[in-house]
């Protein structure tokens, strides 16, 4: 795919205090602002993703030239690309890297891993670099959400899944959602919110630990827009996660 077809958005992630602690790039195609989820999974079937994927990160690096604000930012990688063509994609994402102060790759919860191996090379790719990764989606169910995984590949963030989180509250029963951010503790990494669409379900979620939070009740995905001079280091995280042990 070309990458001139693809117009990402970008959502803010605000911390405890209320403050834009990072921003997501959103895959969106030109002239459209919804998000194109049965392409993904389509091309994922097909093996496309990779094309995708890779016209993703430099379409949006692109724009983080253009912008000069260095947010810190995450995007998004299907399992299919990390095991096609995951050494291919960890040396396009320099071309971000280099106009963020902190990059985190969120891996997708809609392909399966199917080969640790290769999904560990990739970590072990990313962190060299100093990239963050994130699980995103986490819930109970699938392997994202399981404690074992989480402790077993160390994440840098844990994401919640929005539907698992309304669902917690609706049944006011966080027993689940506790277990996946007491695994997250226990890997020390932070934890994101999703979709948090009302104060309620900010406040819910705020109570049962998550660091951050995510969704339409707080910013609706946006143009990037530039980051003032003043904002450009607050925030609660380091700016690097580079480890040369791995």
Same mark, same amino acid.
């Given at each position: ?50 094309? +995708? ?19 810190? *930012? ?28 902190? *990059? ?101 979620? +705020? ?10 009740? +707080? ?28």
């Amino acid at each position: 795919m070309r990458h001139t077809l693809l117009e990402p958005l970008f959502q803010p992630i605000f911390d405890r205090a209320g403050r834009v602690f990072a921003y997501e790039a959103l895959l969106r195609l030109k002239g459209r602002d919804t998000s194109p989820a049965r392409l993904v999974k389509r091309f994922e079937s097909t093996g496309s993703i990779v094309e +995708l994927d890779l016209a993703m990160v430099r379409r949006v690096g692109e724009i983080l030239a253009a912008n000069g604000s260095r947010p810190r *930012l995450s995007i998004n990688v299907s399992m299919v690309t990390v095991e096609r063509a995951g050494a291919a994609y960890v040396r396009a994402l320099e071309s971000i890297a280099l106009y963020t102060q902190l *990059l985190i790759v969120e891996l997708t919860e809609t392909a399966p891993v199917t080969d640790p191996a290769l999904l560990r090379t990739f970590y072990a790719a990313c962190r060299h670099r100093g990239y963050a990764l994130a699980l995103d989606d986490c819930r109970p169910g699938h392997l994202y959400g399981s404690p074992l995984f989480i402790c077993s590949l160390q994440p840098q963030f844990v994401k919640l899944d929005g539907r698992f989180l309304h669902e917690s509250y609706k049944s006011k029963d966080p027993a689940d959602l506790i277990r996946i951010i007491q695994a997250a503790r226990a890997a020390a990494a932070p934890v994101i919110a999703e979709f948090v669409s009302s104060a309620a379900l900010h406040e819910f979620a +705020l109570q049962a630990g998550a660091d951050y939070a995510q969704g339409y009740e +707080l910013g609706r995905p946006a143009p990037l827009p530039p980051l003032p001079p003043t904002a450009a280091n607050e925030g609660q995280y380091p700016l690097s996660f580079k480890d040369d042990a791995i």
